[in-house]
């Protein structure tokens, strides 16, 4: 059962406040999907901006199993997400993940679309894909009609860091070996890949796919930017000393070290014809650095 404005019936989404529950909010929306959305409170500015366009808001959160019960009552699939980000880390996102699945098994929701990361199934070491691939494991071993996605390097991350203006120049800095590849992708095409899978008759539906929108090196990207803002641009990599947490500094290793992502991008391009590449992406969100 897939929802269509015919049958109306919803699809749940965890981590609706979220960057990539709401992509796959805007998604199903744009498609005329109806959509149930878990929110801690309803009267929070973000949830009420999902009401506001037509969202379904079911109370709660996923340390509570009664709440995940009624969001996935009746509904035609559900995406779901975790995060190492609360307090007990990647134990907390296992937990997490544990409890969505064994409501979305009580349930018998139909089809389970959840999100991961780009090489968890490799066994990287790295702890915040250990933890997700543990969540995979543990969905696989309920039985349950599941789709994972694994997404890569978030196009968005350049946002947030490694990222500034110096003396009228664009400056990336990464712990990333300069001519090594990484793959990228828009959190937005994530929101539209598992929208195209939830709603039914996608090749990879009942497996995986590893999504990627584009592979760029550091100078690569550097240039892309420095186009973008109208500056000259240059790439700079660091050490792996410079990271400040382990799990960063085993992710950036794994990227320089191993085949690292491994996204088809031409299998993801299947499912969203319009792939955002990193011009593109810096076209459509109008992001410049320093501005």
């Given amino acids: 059962m897939t929802s269509t404005p015919e049958n109306n019936a919803p699809i749940a989404v965890v981590g609706a406040t979220g960057q990539q529950g709401g992509s796959v909010i805007d998604a199903l929306l744009d498609r005329g999907a109806s959509v149930r959305a878990l929110v801690r409170d309803p009267q929070a500015d973000k949830a009420r901006a999902l009401a506001d366009r037509g969202v379904e808001l079911s109370r709660g959160d996923v340390t509570d199993l009664a709440s995940l019960d009624a969001l996935f009552d009746g509904v035609a699939a559900a995406f779901a997400m975790t995060t190492m980000a609360g307090p007990d880390g990647i ?26 990361v780009g090489g968890a199934e490799r066994h990287t070491g790295i702890p915040h894909f250990e933890s997700k691939r543990r969540v995979e494991e543990h969905i696989a071993s309920l039985g349950l009609h599941a789709t ?17 203006v110096e003396d009228g120049d664009v400056v990336v800095r990464m ?54 803002a109208g500056l000259p641009a240059r790439f ?29 991008i ?7 014809p ?4 990193l011009p593109a992406w810096l076209a459509q969100t109008g992001w410049t650095p320093g501005r």
Avoid at 103 to 113: D, E, G, N, Y
Avoid at 274 to 277: G, Q, S, T, V, W
């Fill in 91 to 116: 134990e907390g996102e296992v937990a997490s993940g544990t409890a969505i699945a064994d409501a979305a098994a009580r349930a018998h929701v139909p089809h389970l679309v959840f999100s991961s």
């Fill in 148 to 164: 994972v996605v694994r997404p890569v390097y978030f196009m968005e991350n350049l946002t947030g860091f490694g990222v500034s």
């Fill in 175 to 228: 712990a990333l070996p300069d001519g090594v590849p990484l793959q990228m992708v828009a959190v937005r095409d994530i929101g539209r890949v598992a929208a195209a899978i939830l709603l039914g008759g996608t090749d990879v539906e009942g497996g995986s796919i590893e999504i990627a929108s584009d592979s760029r090196t550091g100078s690569d990207i550097a240039k892309a930017i420095g186009e973008h």
């Fill in 236 to 264: 700079e990599a660091l050490p792996l000393q410079a990271l400040p947490t382990e799990d960063l500094t085993a992710m950036f290793r794994w990227f320089a070290e191993t085949p690292a992502y491994q996204a088809d």
């Fill in 266 to 272: 031409d299998q993801v391009r299947a499912l969203v």
């Fill in 274 to 277: 319009d792939l955002l590449d």
